[in-house]
Structure formats: structure tokens, C-alpha cells
């Protein structure tokens, strides 16, 4: 038997998404992933339990830590994004959260954008700062500048998303990188939207991704996932975070200093904030998102196709105000969707109406293959209004920095027939009142 696909990065990306990360010999030879649905391991003898809990032995012992099915799941995460390790967790927002808490401490700070998913940006505004950690939002995302404004010596990491929720804005990745590391400081990218199929950001200098896996890398609308993956290599040792420094003292010998300057944050993330705070993933949502991952490719591919069909019906309705995706030749991100989405930028859009609220109302009553959720990237078309939804909370003038308006409607578009969803969206449109 000569199986080695699992282990081999060399491979294409859609027969990595199948094979990375897991090898059958390993585990009685089922060639599907096993899903270990226990609590604990056993230690085995008494050294090797001492081996295990001073890390200078890899294994399992508390499902709160690491499970195996886990560990094949981040393991082809970090194949397909082309990172050196990745963390798997109980949600997008627990991989956001665990990430902002590993790199900063009291007294710090994090640059992000405005046009972030609310989630993201109610953390950085309403919880972190309890704990010290203080959000500095950019003023203009598309000028260099306005992040170079608000980095301090406190900042310690810039935080991005490599298509905005749910204007779908697109940021110079490779710019902003640039910027973060003159400063010393890693680029975090959130990319749910993209997924590594159609965008990897570690090509364009991001040291961090982060996913709520819960959507296209899942495709099933089943199970809720987050994700980090760690690109390695960053120099934690810069004399800025000097909460890395006391970890790579405290584990340089056990661990290893060659494993440490390559997956320290990863290292870190699981042994400080996963084992304590206990965001783990259950084995069984692992295996479920592992089941999506097979058919990543072949499902974007059909996203960003229907997506771009529907864009441009949109654009041309007399009743859309309009349509924010960068497909569009229009759209002020087209010649950085060229860049950085030469698959096509994904199948999130959001339009505004010329109705205003009302006909917002009006298409969410009518449309009848297209679902009201607000949950994206599943398989399936849906839609949802976002000032009362994903935003809601946030101040009139927050949320229109965001993109969200009282006209504003966010779509997921599916992998149905597209010509169903335009009609579905016509009929729904038509039906708005002059």
C-alpha cells in the first residue's frame, strides 16, 4: 500500500480538500474520517503523561484540548489555506474572540475597519474594552493612511475581512500587510466570505486567517464552526508582546524553539485560551464540516457564477437603488476583485431599494425560493435585512458606515438553478408599490 495523497502539499487544491491531513493507516484504515466520540484518552504509563501535559510529546489526553477527528480537520484547513497550523473551535465568533485574546492583553489595542460583520465590531466596541483590549476603527478603509492615523505603540494587531459584511468591500490586503508589519505588528483576516478557495490571504502577507466555518467551508447550514490558521513565521519575540515572550520561555525546552518560531500563536491559542476557556469543538460538528470541505471547490465555483447572473439582473431593475458586489464592472472594488478574486469575489451582495424600508419589507414577504435567515454561505439562497438583524443594536450611523441602510437587503446566493432565483427576485420586485 503506497496511499501518501494525505501528506503531500503539492497536490491541487481540490483533491487536497478530499485527501490532507488524514491518513487511514492511522486510524484501522476506514477511509472515512472517525469520529472519536469520547471525553478522555488514556495516559497510557506515567511518563508519557508527563510528556503530554509539557507538550514535548503530541497526543491526546482531554477532548477540552485536542481530539483526533479535530486534528484532521485542522490539519487540512491549514493544507488548503497554505498555513503551518490551524485551531479548530466552537464558533466563528469563538475564533475571533480567542484570536483578539491571544495577541492582546490590558492596556491594547486592535485597528479594524467599520465594515466589519456587527458581531465582530459589537466585541471590539462593547465587551473587549471591559477587559482592557480597546478597538481603533479606521476612518476611511481605503486609504492607507487612515490606518497609519490610528496605529499607536499599544496596537498590536490590524483586523480586516477580505470581503466586507455585507457591502462586500474589498481592502488592499497586500497594502495594509505592508503597513502592519513596518509596524511590527500581524495583519488577522477574516476570511469567511472568500474562503481559501478564492482568495488565500497568506499570499499577500496576512500572518492570521480566521473563519466562521459555519458557512461556505461547511455549505450545509448544519453546524456551527470557527477557525483559525496561522501562517508561521511571525517574529512574536519583537519585544511587543511580551506575553510570548514568558510562553516561549516557559515551553522552549519541551515543545521545541524550531516548532515555536513557526506556530507559536497557534501553540499559545490552543494551550492558553482553548484548554481554559473551553471553546472546543465537538468531534461530531469536526466530522459534519469535514464533509462540507469535500465539495468546497466545486460549490464556489457555482456560488460566484450564480452570484455574478444575479448581480447584473439587479443592477438593471428599474426598483434596485443599488447592487454592492464586485463582479460588477460598476462597483468601486472591480479592479481589486481583479487582483485578489480572479475566480470571482464570492456570492454575498447587498442591494438598496428604492422603496425604502417598505419595499424591503415588501421583497422580504414575496420572495419564495430565496429563505429569510441570516446565516450565509449554506447551498441554499438566502436573504435577510440587516438593520434589524445582523446589525441590529448598532447606531444609525454605525451601521451606514457598514454599509446597512433601511433599504438595504444582505443575499447569500446559492448553488440552485440561477435562472430560478432571478425569477424569484423578479416576481418579488415587481410586486413593490410605485
Not at 128 to 136: K, N, S
Request: charged content about 25%.
Amino acid at each position: 500500500m503506497s496511499y501518501e495523497a494525505y501528506k503531500n502539499n503539492q497536490l491541487g487544491f481540490t483533491t487536497r480538500q478530499l485527501h490532507a491531513g488524514y491518513n487511514p493507516a492511522e486510524h484501522y484504515r476506514s477511509k472515512a474520517v472517525p469520529i472519536y466520540q469520547t471525553a478522555a484518552f488514556e495516559l497510557g504509563d506515567f511518563e508519557r503523561c508527563i510528556r503530554l501535559f509539557d507538550y514535548s510529546e503530541e497526543g491526546h489526553s482531554y477532548v477540552r484540548f485536542s481530539n483526533p477527528t479535530n486534528t484532521v480537520l485542522e490539519r487540512r484547513l491549514a493544507s488548503l489555506e497554505g498555513g503551518i497550523e490551524a485551531i479548530a473551535l466552537g464558533s466563528g465568533m469563538a475564533a475571533i474572540s480567542n484570536t483578539f485574546l491571544n495577541i492582546a492583553k490590558s492596556g491594547d489595542e486592535i485597528v479594524a475597519v467599520n465594515t466589519l460583520y456587527g458581531g465582530s465590531r459589537t466585541l471590539l466596541n462593547n465587551i473587549l474594552p471591559d477587559y482592557g483590549i480597546v478597538g481603533r476603527f479606521v476612518d476611511d478603509e481605503n486609504d492607507i493612511e487612515s490606518y497609519r492615523k490610528v496605529i499607536t505603540e499599544k496596537t498590536k494587531a490590524i483586523y480586516i475581512e477580505s470581503l466586507g459584511n455585507p457591502g462586500m468591500n474589498i481592502i488592499d490586503i497586500e497594502a495594509v500587510a505592508n503597513l502592519a508589519h513596518e509596524h511590527g505588528i500581524p495583519l488577522i483576516v477574516d476570511n469567511t466570505f472568500a474562503t481559501p478557495y478564492l482568495l488565500r490571504p497568506f499570499e499577500y502577507g496576512a500572518d492570521i486567517v480566521c473563519y466562521s466555518a459555519t458557512k461556505y467551508l461547511a455549505g450545509h447550514g448544519t453546524t456551527i464552526v470557527g477557525a483559525v490558521v496561522e501562517k508561521g513565521g511571525f517574529n512574536w519575540l519583537n519585544g511587543k508582546f511580551p506575553q510570548f515572550e514568558k510562553f516561549y520561555d516557559e515551553y522552549k525546552d519541551t515543545i521545541g524553539k524550531d516548532i515555536l518560531d513557526k506556530t507559536m500563536f497557534t501553540k499559545r491559542l490552543r494551550i492558553r485560551y482553548l484548554t481554559d476557556l473551553g471553546a472546543h469543538l465537538s468531534p461530531t460538528s469536526a466530522f459534519y464540516l469535514l464533509q462540507g470541505i469535500e465539495t468546497l471547490s466545486l460549490r464556489m465555483r457555482e456560488h460566484a457564477a450564480n452570484a455574478q447572473k444575479v448581480a447584473e439582473f439587479l443592477e438593471g431593475h428599474p426598483k434596485v437603488l443599488s447592487v454592492a458586489y464586485p463582479g460588477l464592472k460598476s462597483n468601486k472594488y472591480h479592479e481589486l476583485a481583479k487582483k485578489y478574486f480572479p475566480k470571482g469575489p464570492g456570492a454575498i451582495m447587498s442591494i438598496r431599494l428604492k422603496g425604502g424600508i417598505e419595499a424591503a419589507r415588501k421583497v422580504l414577504e414575496e420572495v419564495k425560493v430565496f429563505d429569510y435567515m441570516v446565516n450565509v454561505g449554506d447551498a441554499k439562497s438566502l436573504i435577510v435585512h440587516s438593520a434589524t438583524s445582523t446589525h441590529f443594536g448598532q447606531s444609525k450611523e454605525e451601521r451606514e458606515k457598514a454599509g446597512v441602510y433601511d433599504d438595504t437587503l444582505r443575499l447569500s446566493i446559492g448553488i440552485e438553478e440561477a435562472e430560478d432565483l432571478i425569477a424569484d427576485l423578479k416576481h418579488a420586485l415587481d410586486s413593490i408599490d410605485e
